[in-house]
């Protein structure tokens, strides 16, 4: 069993940072990759960036790119999110999961890929 718990979220007016953290905890050595996903109300959960462990590889979405940076820290067995350029678009509840191997295909964009969810943390943008 892998835990994750994500940190950071709050309200800010956009054009502003925010940085997110996603702590692992437990079996962390099962872990391949850990990605960020994100919900706004009413709309279905999207893919947001990945990041192998090792991390020499970086995913993110076309919506993202650009503006937020994925990273990791090995020895604390934290990934981040760094998020600039914030716009109201971006809020949603941003969820961190990790997948225990690759598959196929644009596997790190598809939700059923990854193993373990963290519980969420809440990102608001105003205008």
């Known amino acids: 069993q892998v835990q994750l718990v994500e940190s950071g979220g709050g309200l800010l007016q956009a054009g502003g940072s925010l940085r997110l953290s996603c702590a692992a905890s437990?079996?962390?050595?099962?872990?391949?990759?850990v990605g960020w996903f994100r919900q706004a109300p009413g709309k279905e959960r999207e893919f947001v960036a990945a990041?192998?462990?090792?991390?020499?590889?970086?995913y993110y979405s076309d919506s993202v790119k650009g503006r937020f940076t994925i990273s990791g820290d090995n020895a604390k067995n934290t990934v981040f999110l760094q998020m600039n350029s914030l716009k109201p678009e971006d809020t949603a509840v941003y969820y961190c999961?990790?997948?225990?191997?690759?598959?196929?295909?644009?596997?790190?964009?598809?939700?059923?890929?990854?193993?373990?969810w963290g519980q969420g943390t809440q990102v608001t943008v105003s205008s």
């Open positions: 999961a990790a997948a225990s191997k690759s598959y196929g295909g644009l596997w790190w964009r598809i939700g059923s890929s990854y193993d373990y």
């Open positions: 990041i192998t462990w090792s991390g020499d590889i970086t």
């Open positions: 437990g079996r962390t050595s099962s872990r391949y990759a």
